[in-house]
């Protein structure tokens, strides 16, 4: 199974995206593991909220394959300890035929036509955060839930 992340804009800290590369790296020793970048939309600014989501949401779909497993980041998702979504990841590589694609939408979330294509959501925190710090977080916990599962002393209880 591979995991891909999948992310609306590109990341402009650079020292958050060292993090990122550095986490990915990390992630890449357990599961085959990348991250496609859609491009921002050109003009958003001109675009309404709606229209903004809307054209967001078909270049996600684009990019999403057939037999993806799709899991939304998603303020209104499933949270979980670390331990948990560890068991979760471990159970998805089990069942998961292709690849398991976590998106990460827009500032202003998702299309009506993406939450009909995912198969879950989840919430990395009740708190609100960037997206380019969302990132960083979710590959961080990635490789967390990595060492959890290979018994290794990165996390503790």
């Known amino acids: 199974?591979?995991?891909?992340?999948?992310?609306?804009?590109?990341?402009?800290?650079?020292?958050?995206?060292?993090?990122?590369?550095?986490?990915?790296?990390?992630?890449?020793?357990?599961?085959?593991?990348?991250i496609e970048?859609?491009?921002?939309?050109?003009?958003?600014?001109?675009?309404?909220?709606?229209q903004q989501k809307e054209a967001e949401g078909e270049l996600i779909l684009k990019s999403i394959n057939s037999g993806d497993t799709v899991i939304l980041l998603d303020e209104g998702g499933k949270e979980f300890r670390s331990t948990e979504f560890?068991?979760?990841?471990?159970?998805?590589?089990?069942?998961?035929?292709?690849?398991?694609?976590?998106?990460?939408?827009?500032p202003y979330g998702f299309s009506k036509k993406v939450y009909d294509c995912a198969s879950e959501k989840i919430s990395l925190s009740r708190m609100t955060f960037s997206h380019q710090m969302i990132r960083l977080l979710?590959?961080?916990?990635?490789?967390?839930?990595?060492?959890?599962?290979g018994g290794l002393p990165y996390h503790h209880e």
């Open 138 to 149: 979710f590959v961080e916990q990635l490789y967390r839930a990595y060492t959890i599962i």
């Open 1 to 34: 199974m591979k995991i891909t992340l999948l992310v609306v804009g590109r990341t402009v800290d650079k020292n958050i995206i060292a993090a990122i590369d550095d986490y990915t790296g990390r992630v890449k020793h357990f599961a085959p593991f990348d």
């Open 37 to 50: 970048i859609i491009p921002e939309l050109k003009n958003a600014r001109k675009l309404s909220e709606a």
């Open 86 to 106: 560890a068991a979760w990841i471990e159970k998805k590589q089990q069942i998961t035929a292709k690849r398991l694609v976590f998106v990460v939408g827009g």
